[in-house]
């Protein structure tokens, strides 16, 4: 009555399970995301992601040295503007808030760190949406393209070592790689979200940048219910130059990013977004969860359903913990 196969041998010590455990995660594999909001002198909290800031200026570049000697392996860069308008301008604008905080972290942090900015669009329109708009009101393509290209040219003299296009616009990443090549900014790198789906997830980041989106993004993000429709949107940012390819959100995706994983000859980043990280921390505060624990199950799963590269809100923290693991 001898069961034949004891995997239980594999677990029965913590030597054992760390000996044959198959997922790590390193803290250069974290990648931070951080706000910076245009005027503050203060550090601000955001009620829906308690533990984020909107950074001031000051704050942002402290935060930054401080992950940084934490040992993450990026950080990804998010404007909040004091004013926007239809078309975005503090986008293009050297001034733009977003632009003069990468200016201020390459010269603080040179080559220390890889420093990546959003390049999209809503946090600086006046409506909201990841473009500008035609006269009735839809998400502009092409001319959004056009809007785009100056941004990346604008984020990437400003210090950017890689960008995000974020908005799903078709043709995102030819138009900014063409446009960095022909302002000789070769060297700058592309960290394509490439399956960005239209998610409830993102609700907390929207207070996070006090978007004034009215409405939806379903013309332009992916339906949740596709996995296909992600295969050829990396198809296609791959064959227009993407160095990195991205999923978001990650944790409600994972048989999307395997996936991509599968396929991708670039590495593979996910997004965990601003929605996982508010549910597990108002579980966690209520005592529903264990937080520590539970924070470090969802990046190991992501981890190993292939990404290379996380974005979490949690990276600093995570990374503190995983630096001896
Ligand atoms: C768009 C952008 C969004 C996020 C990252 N880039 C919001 C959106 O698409 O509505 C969401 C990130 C998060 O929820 O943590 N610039």
């Known amino acids: ?57 000051d704050s942002l570049r402290k935060a930054a040295v401080d992950a940084v000697r934490a040992g993450v392996g990026g950080l990804m860069i998010f404007g909040v503007p004091a004013r926007r308008d239809a078309v975005g ?20 942090l040179g080559d220390d760190t890889v420093l990546m900015a959003d390049t999209c669009l809503d946090e600086f329109t006046d409506h909201g949406h990841c473009g500008v708009l035609t006269p009735d009101g839809r998400v502009d393509n092409d001319a959004t393209l056009r809007v785009y290209a100056d941004m990346a040219i ?29 302002a000789g900014l070769t060297d700058t790198g592309i960290l394509a979200y490439s399956a960005k789906y239209a998610s409830a997830f993102y609700g907390p980041f929207r207070d996070a940048v006090e978007s004034a989106l009215q409405g939806d993004r379903k013309t332009y993000q992916q339906d949740p ?16 130059g993407a160095d990195a390819v991205m999923v978001k959100p ?40 264990d937080r520590d624990r539970t924070i470090l199950e969802t990046l190991t799963a992501i981890r190993r359903a292939g990404a290379d590269i996380v974005l979490t809100y949690w990276a600093v923290e995570a990374a503190a913990w995983l630096a001896n693991a």
């Open 1 to 57: 009555m001898f069961p034949t196969h004891r995997p239980r041998r594999l677990r029965n010590t913590p030597a054992v399970r760390r000996l044959v455990s198959e997922t790590t995660i390193r803290p250069r594999q974290l990648v931070l995301p951080m706000f910076i909001k245009e005027g503050a002198t203060e550090p601000a909290p955001i009620e829906s992601m308690p533990g984020v800031l909107q950074h001031s200026r």
């Open 89 to 108: 301008s503090g986008a293009t604008d050297p001034n733009g808030v977003l632009n003069v905080a990468l200016r201020d972290l390459r010269s603080e």
């Open 154 to 182: 604008a984020q990437a003299e400003s210090g950017a070592h890689w960008l995000g296009p974020s908005g799903m616009m078709d043709g995102q990443i030819g138009a900014i790689r063409t446009a960095l090549d022909g």
């Open 225 to 240: 219910a596709n996995l296909t429709e992600a295969l050829r949107e990396v198809e296609l940012d791959l064959d227009e």
């Open 250 to 289: 990650a944790l409600a995706y994972l048989d999307v990013l395997r996936a991509v994983a599968e396929m991708s000859p670039v590495p593979v980043a996910a997004y965990q977004v601003s929605g996982e990280y508010a549910m597990v921390e108002a579980a966690a505060a209520r005592g529903w969860l």
